[in-house]
């Protein structure tokens, strides 16, 4: 079935280096690749997304790469701030079930001032 | 900007009891979905719904779940008798038929005492 592995489970970086937090999908199909960001008691809110016809995607301090050979996708948050400090989940949508979102674990980011 | 909405926000209820969580996607979308999320633990899918009826549900989705979209507005997940394990934050979802974005409604928190 369909799957989406990620890791770290938790990051913990000092205020100002980058995080890396990287996801591997099973199904060969999947042409879209969406990061969620949620915070305590909240909705996963999406910060980014890449579609499977471009390698890379940037909005300020984030960016997505996506390697569809490999099946393997990465969000890079530079410049990192306290804020920053979330739950992040990457995601794929399966082909059955109306494209139902199949989630990653999640990993917990700590950045510290 | 439309958005999804969710009522109650947060429900208590005592095991054996029914539930029923609504949900107003956004108006021109066509694929609704629940998903539910165990403090701590990810989004996991529990069913999806389009054209007035079920497209695919997950193990979880058992014969206590029911959803229904009695008018054109609301979406609506009832749990027939809850269980101890029920409790969790349920999300709703919805999309329309040209993007993959699913756009998350706020959650309900379900605590089964």
């Known amino acids: 079935g369909e799957n989406v592995e990620q890791h770290p489970s938790t990051l913990s970086v000092q205020e100002g280096d980058s995080a890396v937090i990287k996801c591997t999908y099973s199904?060969?199909?999947?042409?879209?690749f969406p990061w969620y960001k949620q915070e305590l008691g909240k909705r996963p809110q999406l910060i980014i997304d890449i579609r499977s016809n471009v390698g890379e995607k940037k909005d300020q301090r984030i960016a997505v790469t996506l390697n569809k050979t490999a099946k393997h996708f990465s969000l890079h948050i530079t410049e990192t701030q306290p804020e920053d400090s979330a739950v992040y989940f990457c995601?794929?949508?399966?082909?059955?079930?109306?494209?139902?979102?199949?989630f990653g674990a999640g990993t917990r980011l700590f950045v510290k001032a | 900007e439309p958005e999804v909405t969710q009522t109650p926000s947060h429900q208590v209820t005592q095991m054996g009891q029914e539930v029923i969580l609504r949900c107003v996607p956004i108006?021109?979308?066509?694929?609704f979905y629940w998903y539910r999320q165990i403090l701590g633990q990810k989004v996991e899918f529990l069913v999806s719904f389009y054209n007035n009826e079920i497209s695919e549900k997950s193990e979880i989705f058992d014969d206590q779940f029911s959803v229904e979209r009695p008018d054109g507005s609301n979406f609506t997940l009832k749990i027939r008798s809850t269980k101890l394990e029920d409790s969790a934050m349920y999300f709703c979802?919805?999309?329309?038929?040209?993007?993959?974005?699913?756009?998350f409604g706020p959650g309900t928190r379900l605590t089964v005492t």
């Open positions: 995601a794929a949508p399966a082909r059955t079930g109306g494209f139902k979102t199949i």
């Open positions: 979802a919805s999309r329309d038929s040209g993007n993959y974005e699913q756009y």
């Open positions: 108006s021109n979308h066509l694929y």
């Open positions: 199904d060969s199909a999947s042409n879209y």
